[in-house]
């Protein structure tokens, strides 16, 4: 799950900032050393030094999203839950968003801010019932495929010549795939649903007929040729239960994510901010005047999700 704002490490840090502003306690120890005692308003005032600007932006934006774009604390707690499902539980969930740098508490912070901007940008998007149906026919079943990940089209067309020869599929994953995990899986992905994979690979891979190679399929890793081996129906819940989530991601799917900073920045002049700390009255200077831009890799923060264990390229 993408983040296009403000930073998750922040997140981490915020509760700490905001408790320790209580002027009433601004005296009290949280820390003593042989060196000294650390108070709550110096604590603050490092904070404040250091993280006070970005921490002040994530705060006032989440106040105003959540004003406008509700998120629910039980759509929050229903996430987290799953994802400890997912992991095996909450020991093995823990260890892995710790390895982020995340608190359960603090990721359910990063979950929240996120869904919140999901909303702000998905807002205007406007779904069919007839699409949400065609998803909701795609999520009752699962496909078994492999695939050949290369740099260009003109080599995946020549892979797919090769395999219309006879070429074994195995063998020429090994020999032309870019992805590291063909060396020993020869491409294969196993099963996988709806939401697992690229977008436009999935797309490919869910209206392709078994045993038939695909035409070379562009997506944000390069380009692939597809073979799906097998499909299966799985059980999913009534489509009225399903409707809202699946309308939502349609919508991200649909959804420009360059358009976030614009969007947010319209709602933030609306909003007509007033900050009285002197030092931070600059906190949201940089925010309105950044141009829209696209998220560059690994500034972006991305919730743990599980993955098809034989392959990350072609998600």
């Known amino acids: 799950m993408k983040k296009w704002i403000a930073t998750a490490s922040l997140v981490a840090g915020v509760a700490g900032l905001v408790a320790c502003s209580d002027d009433n306690a601004g005296g009290d120890v949280i820390a003593t050393t042989s060196a000294g005692d650390i108070t709550k308003e110096e604590f603050y005032k490092e904070m404040k030094s250091t993280v006070g600007e970005q921490a002040l932006q994530m705060m006032i934006l989440e106040d105003i999203l959540q004003e406008k774009y509700p998120v629910e604390d039980e759509e929050i707690q229903a996430d987290i839950e799953a994802m400890k499902e997912q992991y095996g539980g909450e020991e093995q969930f823990n260890a892995v968003i710790a390895q982020q740098g995340h608190t359960e508490e603090s990721f359910s912070e990063m979950l929240r801010l996120n869904k919140l901007q999901e909303n702000a940008l998905v807002a205007d998007i406007e779904v069919t019932d007839e699409e949400i149906e065609k998803k909701y026919d795609q999520m009752k079943k699962e ?24 070429g074994d599929f195995t063998e020429l994953a090994k020999e032309y795939s870019t992805e590291p995990a063909a060396q020993e899986s020869g491409g294969e992905l196993g099963f996988f649903g709806p939401g697992q994979m690229d977008p436009a ?33 799985v059980e999913v819940a009534d489509l009225e239960e399903m409707r809202d989530d699946i309308a939502h991601d349609i919508k991200m799917s649909k959804a420009d994510q360059t358009q976030i900073t614009p969007i947010v920045q319209g709602i933030l002049r609306d909003a007509e901010i007033d900050i009285k700390d002197e030092e931070l ?21 991305e919730a743990p999700e599980e993955e098809p264990a034989e392959d990350t390229d072609a998600e």
């Open 143 to 166: 496909v078994n495929a492999r695939h050949i990940l290369v740099e260009d089209e003109e080599t995946a067309l020549e892979v797919k010549k090769l395999l219309e020869e006879g």
């Open 201 to 233: 690979f999935e797309e490919a891979a869910f209206n392709l007929e078994p045993n038939v190679i695909s035409d070379p399929v562009q997506s944000s890793f390069g380009f692939h040729i597809i073979e799906v081996t097998e499909t299966k129906e």
């Open 281 to 301: 009255s600059s906190s949201f200077d940089s925010l309105l005047e950044a141009p829209a831009q696209t998220p560059e890799p690994g500034t972006t923060e």
